[in-house]
């Protein structure tokens, strides 16, 4: 309401101030007709300054603030990938008897180019996970991950999350399989349906950890070229990779 009575009266102001100037442009030029032809005009004109400020000026200047926005974004996402994500990504190939084709498929990164990123991005859910939490080492994930909940949290407290939802909803999924993991105080036995539960959560995380790193690659490769380098030297889904240029 203050705020609402603040905008009433500073519209008022303005309307008691134009119709001031105009009375003392008549009482010293005595001229209406000049008065009430400007008037018009300047109505007129009105619509097309609305059009201006609100569908072309307000346009440009939502999509510059929202590329900033992604951006900061994609430094968020950077920083996820070098502290967890890339580290995470070898733990659940571990689990996944699929996994020397998925790395077949997604080897060679510095070869790509952007129509391949953007063919195995679309076709990634398509891919065939076999996860099985049995072969691979459930405790060391679980430490892994409770190592880093800090980290995470101070990632999901990043107001600019929220513009990128599938981001979100990786580190949702990170989270609850951290849960999964960390309330089971022995995770060498239990009930077959148990593990069947921890694989789904681990392919859940692990699909959209593979999905989200090869969108945030491709804006490395077409922005940045020389992380592009880098992390395409270090592509945990290659195994012939080698930090070292050659």
Not at 15 to 24: M, V
Not at 61 to 86: D, P, Q
Not at 201 to 230: G, M, Q, T
Request: aromatic share 14%.
């Amino acid at each position: 309401m203050k705020r609402l009575s603040w905008q009433i009266i500073l519209g008022l102001i303005l309307i008691f101030t134009s119709a001031l100037i105009y009375f003392i442009h008549f009482l010293i030029f005595r001229d209406t007709y000049h008065i009430f032809i400007y008037l018009l005009g300047d109505i007129a004109f009105t619509p097309i300054e609305v059009l201006l400020v609100t569908l072309i000026i307000d346009r440009v200047l939502s999509l510059r603030e929202k590329r900033s926005t992604l951006e900061k974004l994609n430094m968020v996402i950077g920083a996820f990938y070098s502290e967890v994500g890339l580290k995470l990504l070898k733990y659940f190939l571990c689990f996944d008897i699929s996994a020397d084709e998925i790395k077949k498929e997604l080897s060679f990164l510095q070869k790509w180019s952007v129509k391949d990123f953007d063919k195995i991005i679309k076709s990634i859910d398509k891919f065939k996970y076999t996860v099985n939490c049995k072969i691979g080492n459930l405790n060391e994930l679980k430490g892994f991950l409770i190592k880093k909940r800090q980290f995470l949290l101070r990632l999901l407290e990043n107001p600019n999350l929220l513009e990128h939802e599938k981001f979100t909803e990786l580190l949702w999924a990170v989270f609850h399989l951290t849960e999964e993991l960390e309330y089971r105080k022995d995770l060498s036995s239990g009930p077959d349906s148990d593990f069947e539960h921890i694989s789904g959560d681990i392919k859940r995380a692990y699909i959209l950890v593979i999905s989200e790193w090869l969108k945030y690659v491709k804006h490395l490769k077409l922005n940045y070229p020389y992380l592009y380098s880098l992390i395409s030297r270090i592509n945990p889904l290659d195994e012939n990779a080698s930090i070292i240029v050659t």
